[in-house]
């Protein structure tokens, strides 16, 4: 007769163990997921923002180059400040790019001929 009632006390010993393993697995399972989720945001976050940080600065690049320095002569603006020449007076008269462009257009419709 006491056979059933120490299987009995194991059995309750096994299933309020059970339960704290549960909440334990619980616990550091949700707490992994919840930390890759989050480091694998930031990368994924990081990734993008720093994609984004070369367009700008590639952008920039080209809006400097567009404005400092002339698109005929690869001169740049501050050549021109040192020799106590005007750069803007320099693009828009010597070598204004639409000259060229329509110089170029010129030839291209003109009868080679001629």
């Not at 002339?70 to 020449?85: A, K, N, S, T, V």
């Amino acid at each position: 007769r006491e056979a059933p009632v120490f299987s009995n006390t194991f059995a309750q010993r096994d299933m309020a163990v059970d339960a704290s393993d549960i909440s334990q697995g619980f616990l550091f399972n949700f707490l992994y997921h919840i930390l890759i989720i989050l480091i694998s945001t930031a990368v994924v976050s990081g990734i993008i923002i720093d994609a984004f940080a070369e367009l700008r600065a590639e952008r920039n690049k080209i809006k400097d180059d567009i404005l400092n320095t002339c698109f005929i002569c690869d001169i740049e603006r501050e050549d021109f400040e040192q020799q106590g020449l005007d750069f803007k007076s320099h693009i828009k008269d010597e070598h204004n790019m639409w000259d060229y462009v329509f110089f170029r257009l010129y030839l291209e419709e003109k009868d080679p001929i001629d």
